[in-house]
């Protein structure tokens, strides 16, 4: 019998697969909910902005960023839990209110002012992945 | 000089009774090993095991229509919004084996008389009762009644007495309140191996089997993961705009 070796959280998601290691690895991180439908997985958005909020909570770290290129722009952006988040270098005080950041995500679909991040790098440089 | 040596006599004597004429014998070895330390399967890890996909599961009619009703958060078919998972829907506990397949860390604490599992995730856990037999009408919990005994070095683990509303997996898998686990637990180099045979008649056509493993975890601590329907609430509300009719505690 052959073993599915991607486990609880990700048993399903043999698709997500097909998009490569980048996107395993940004949508890894989800063990609570699939991303498909609310992300556009096959768009990825870099921005450079200003952290509005950083909460460390369950299900998901949340992460508020402003964006003021041309018009501003305030979105809300989910991050894995804190335990397989923390696995990656990320602690509840990674960022705060009011840093400048360039953060990688999947942005919601139909418009959504949502996104699942991929990577972030803060102001000093240091690159971290969801 | 008959007194030196007789002195001598005596303490030779002396020191054979008390066992100093040869080396001391090396401690015993324990009986079992050790399980106790903390334990991962890594995000993203490729090589941790896992639940076979569905089509290879026996599943009866009855589980069958039950797993294609359900409405997972993941997967080909995932409804988060309209999701059917209790540990979603209701915050209820995941179960077992579902608990474990997270990638996140548990600890084993070996005793004498009992190995204690703690997970990471929403700080769960479960005891194993070693040595005793099985309860032949346990009461229905979330994460069984388990008894184990050791078979070499592997400890078997037998549990019964699980609640059915529970997901064996995230993606819906189901069973009865006569679902059997073995478990052989055993370690296999620095990892440590959970071979998982289920029975529940009602649910399988025939036992099936799953293999699971696990890595050392450095870092022992553990991450506070508590899930809440706050918590959930709050997510729905922030990120799909659902409309929320209780007071959230943030």
Known sequence: MRANNLGDSWDARCGIWALGFALLVSSSALAHHGAASIYDMSKETTIKATVTEYVWTNPHVELGVSSSGGTTTELLLELGSPPNIRNRGWTSRTVKAGDVVTVTFHPGLRGAKIGVVIKMVTADGKELHA | ?250
């Not at chain 2, 639940?51 to 009703?69: M, R």
């Not at chain 2, 029975?199 to 699971?212: I, N, S, V």
């Open chain 2, 1 to 250: 000089m008959i007194r030196h040596l007789l002195a001598l006599a005596s303490a030779a004597a002396l020191l054979a009774a008390a066992g100093c004429s040869k080396p001391a014998a090396a401690p015993a070895a324990p009986a079992h090993p050790n399980l106790s330390g903390s334990w991962v399967r890594p995000l993203g890890d490729r090589d941790v095991g896992g639940l076979p996909p569905v089509k290879e599961i026996p599943l009866t009619p009855w589980a069958a229509a039950k797993f294609k009703a359900e409405r997972p958060a993941q997967g080909d078919n995932q409804d988060f919004a309209n999701t059917t998972d209790p540990s979603l829907k209701y915050a209820d506990p995941n179960g077992y084996p579902r608990i474990s397949l997270h990638p996140m860390r548990f600890k084993l604490i070996q005793t004498d008389d009992y190995l204690y599992q703690l997970w990471e995730y929403n700080d769960n856990w479960r005891q194993i009762a070693l040595n005793v037999p099985q309860d032949p009408d346990p009461a229905l919990t979330w994460y069984g009644n388990a008894v184990g005994r050791w078979d070499g070095d592997t400890l078997v683990v037998d549990s019964v007495g699980y609640k059915d509303s529970t997901w064996l997996d995230a993606r819906g898998l189901p069973h009865t309140t006569d679902l059997h686990l073995t478990e052989r637990i055993h370690k296999v180099g620095a990892n440590l191996v959970f071979d998982i045979t289920f029975d529940d008649k009602g649910a399988f056509t025939r036992p099936w089997d799953a293999h699971l493993i696990y890595k050392p975890s450095p870092d022992g601590s553990m991450t506070e993961n508590i899930y809440t329907i706050s918590d959930e609430l709050r997510f729905r509300e922030r990120f799909l705009n659902q409309k929320v009719n209780i007071p959230i505690r943030r």
